[in-house]
T-cell receptor, first 112, second 113 residues
Framework: ELKVEQNPLFLSMQEGKNYTIYCNYS?????LYWYRQDPGKSLESLFV?????AVKQEGRLMASLDTKARLSTLHITAAVHDLSATYFC????????????FGKGTLLTVNP | GAGVSQSPSNKVTEKGKDVELRCDPI?????LYWYRQSLGQGLEFLIY????????KSGLPSDRFSAERTGGSVSTLTIQRTQQEDSAVYLC???????????FGEGSWLTVV
């Protein structure tokens, strides 16, 4: 059974600072999804990482995937308040490309 | 439509009643998924449709849960004899043929009292 561990689960940052969220998973997967969720809202797709070594950037967020280490990172550069949300990583499991197994999520709060 | 549409957005039901939750995927998306999000269990996969077929129902928690999809489009998730532990947000998602992004709807918030 695929297990996904995110850390930290809670992250309080000051605006302008950098930080990294880590996502470790237990069994082989060649792709990984990152989602953002605002309170009371649905999941917004941030990144789909499709191969080992994949790196994608959008604004202040950059995600990477190391399939050999079973590790993905989400790096936040010069955080701003608008990035406050819960971030989930989700590799597919069960031999599928679709059956996402979500981590518990990282609740990010960016303070002025 | 522009996105995955779900209804109702909120539903309060009495224990023991049946509920139906509806999902209208993005036009042209052949793959459809149901997930559940609850405080205790986090986000869980329920069922996957490809067209009208459901090759993976492995996440349905009990035989009280069923889902169907018609016309390769709209899907209905039915929960029979609801229990309090069924209270959760039920999220529907879809993806296009060959597409890699899975798009989620706003969810149906179910409360069983």
């Amino acid at each position: 059974e695929l297990k996904v561990e995110q850390n930290p689960l809670f992250l309080s940052m000051q605006e302008g600072k950098n930080y990294t969220i880590y996502c470790n998973y237990s069994t082989t997967s060649d792709r990984l999804y990152w989602y953002r969720q605002d309170p009371g809202k649905s999941l917004e797709s941030l990144f789909v990482l499709l191969s080992n070594g994949a790196v994608k950037q959008e604004g202040r967020l950059m995600a990477s995937l190391d399939t050999k280490a079973r590790l993905s990172t989400l790096h936040i550069t010069a955080a701003v308040h608008d990035l406050s949300a819960t971030y989930f990583c989700a590799p597919p499991g069960g031999g599928s490309n679709y059956k996402l197994t979500f981590g518990k999520g990282t609740l990010l709060t960016v303070n002025p | 439509g522009a996105g995955v549409s779900q209804s109702p957005s909120n539903k309060v039901t009495e224990k023991g009643k049946d509920v139906e939750l509806r999902c209208d995927p993005i036009s042209g998306h052949t793959a459809l998924y149901w997930y559940r999000q609850s405080l205790g269990q986090g986000l869980e996969f329920l069922i996957y449709f490809q067209g009208n077929s459901a090759p993976d129902k492995s996440g349905l928690p009990s035989d009280r849960f069923s889902a169907e999809r018609t016309g390769g489009s709209v899907s209905t998730l039915t929960i029979q004899r609801t229990q309090q532990e069924d209270s959760a947000v039920y999220l529907c998602a879809s993806s296009s043929p060959g597409g890699n992004t899975i798009y989620f709807g706003e969810g149906s918030w179910l409360t069983v009292v």
